[in-house]
């Protein structure tokens, strides 16, 4: 009887909440610029939540006009144009305002300079600050009652319970379901590491 009460549970969460997972601060890369930062194309390290993505051994120094971080986290795998993703309080330590888009809309963002153990890379655009999304499967989609671009609101139930707006929704069978808040957002609804989320209208 406890285990039908475990999965009745189980299948009553999945229905009704997605993961929450809080994304730091790193980069993408093209395989001509892990070259130069690297020698070499990137070595993965360990996987990451989305299928086929994971983190790779390697890290970079980025600069900007009024400050830089060092050790930061590099993506892989390589993609066709560098990218940086910060949090708005990054921006203000690197002396930039990233714009707030989904991964891969960078055009007209700020640039911004990175550093590897074999050489520098000078990126004329590419920093953004990643807009809160979902990731669906479309069965999970289905599911929730929403579509690919639509934007949802998120109740978080983490220690300091939080609406958020504007959330992008985006579906691909290629996706795992989780919501990414970057650090900021991450810390202001007091996030831990298997907090749930839900979907609102």
């Known amino acids: 009887m406890e285990k039908q009460w475990q999965e009745l549970a189980e299948a009553v969460v999945s229905r009704l909440f997605v993961e929450l997972?809080?994304?730091g601060?790193?980069?993408?890369?093209?395989?001509q610029q892990a070259k130069v930062l690297f020698g070499h194309g990137l070595t993965p390290e360990r996987p990451l939540s989305q299928p086929g993505q994971y983190l790779a051994k390697e890290r970079v120094r980025i600069i900007g006009p009024k400050g830089e971080f060092r050790n930061v986290a590099v993506l892989g795998p390589e993609r066709k144009e560098g990218q940086v993703e910060i949090s708005l309080t990054d921006g203000?330590?690197?002396?930039?305002?990233?714009?707030i888009r989904l991964?891969?809309?960078?055009?007209g963002s700020p640039g911004i300079t990175l550093e590897g153990e074999k050489g520098r890379v000078t990126l004329s655009q590419g920093v953004i600050a990643a807009q809160r999304h979902v990731h669906l499967t479309p069965e999970d989609a289905a599911k929730?009652?929403?579509k690919n671009g639509q934007t949802v609101r998120?109740?978080?139930?983490t220690t300091?319970?939080?609406v958020y707006g504007d959330v992008a929704v985006r579906v691909s069978p290629d996706f795992a379901s989780y919501v990414h808040l970057d650090y900021d957002e991450a810390n202001a609804c007091g996030f831990r590491k298997g907090d749930l989320g839900r979907l609102l209208p």
């Not at 601060?25 to 395989?31: G, I, N, S």
């Not at 330590?93 to 714009?99: A, F, N, Y």
């Not at 991964?103 to 055009?107: L, T």
Request: no cysteine; net charge neutral.
């Open 21 to 23: 997972e809080a994304s």
């Open 25 to 31: 601060r790193h980069v993408h890369v093209t395989a």
């Open 92 to 99: 203000r330590t690197l002396g930039i305002e990233p714009p």
């Open 103 to 107: 991964s891969g809309d960078v055009a």
């Open 144 to 146: 929730f009652g929403v």
């Open 154 to 157: 998120l109740q978080t139930y």
């Open 160 to 162: 300091r319970p939080t």
